[in-house]
């Protein structure tokens, strides 16, 4: 199902929970993996994403989100009962790891490179790649990570 803007925004600040500021970069950082995540939920929101450096991003998303997010009124009616549900899904899986940007990074990456090679969420080549894609991450970090999603088994 293919989504407008004002939805897409509010879901994203109903998941968070408060309003997103785009100046701010973990707010940035939020809105792309935050889209990334929900995508591989089901929700289609017409972005392509690539790989980049805090993992996978999508530049239409980011020209959208400034062009559109000054002008959004926040308004949670504009989700439709369907997405609600996803919304309500997303929040039970990550509960507070939505809070924080650096998590929302190694989630859509483990997602990203999982589908990218084609590997299983508990491979251990999939946990040496994000190791080697991003040194600045503990590898238990990535590890406790994996094991949450396997664990939700929305991923599988």
């Given at each position: 199902m293919l989504i407008k803007?004002?939805?897409?925004?509010?879901?994203?600040?109903?998941?968070?929970?408060?309003?997103?500021?785009?100046?701010?970069?973990d707010d940035r950082l939020t809105i792309q993996k935050l889209t990334y995540i929900l995508k591989e939920l089901g929700v289609n929101f017409n972005y392509r994403f690539n790989w980049y450096w805090r993992g996978p991003y999508s530049p239409s998303l980011a020209h959208d989100a400034f062009n559109f997010y000054q002008n959004?009124?926040?308004n949670s009616s504009h989700i439709s009962a369907k997405n609600q549900e996803i919304v309500e899904k997303t929040k039970n899986i990550f509960s507070k790891d939505i809070k924080k940007a650096g998590k929302?990074?190694?989630?859509?990456?483990l997602l990203y490179q999982k589908e990218e090679k084609d590997l299983s969420l508990s491979d251990t080549t999939l946990i040496s790649l994000l190791k080697s894609l991003k040194p600045w991450l503990s590898e238990k970090e990535i590890e406790t990570t994996a094991t949450k999603l396997i664990k939700s088994k929305e991923f599988e």
């Open positions: 803007n004002k939805e897409l925004f509010a879901i994203l600040e109903s998941i968070v929970g408060r309003k997103i500021n785009i100046n701010q970069f959004f009124d926040g929302l990074e190694i989630i859509a990456s």
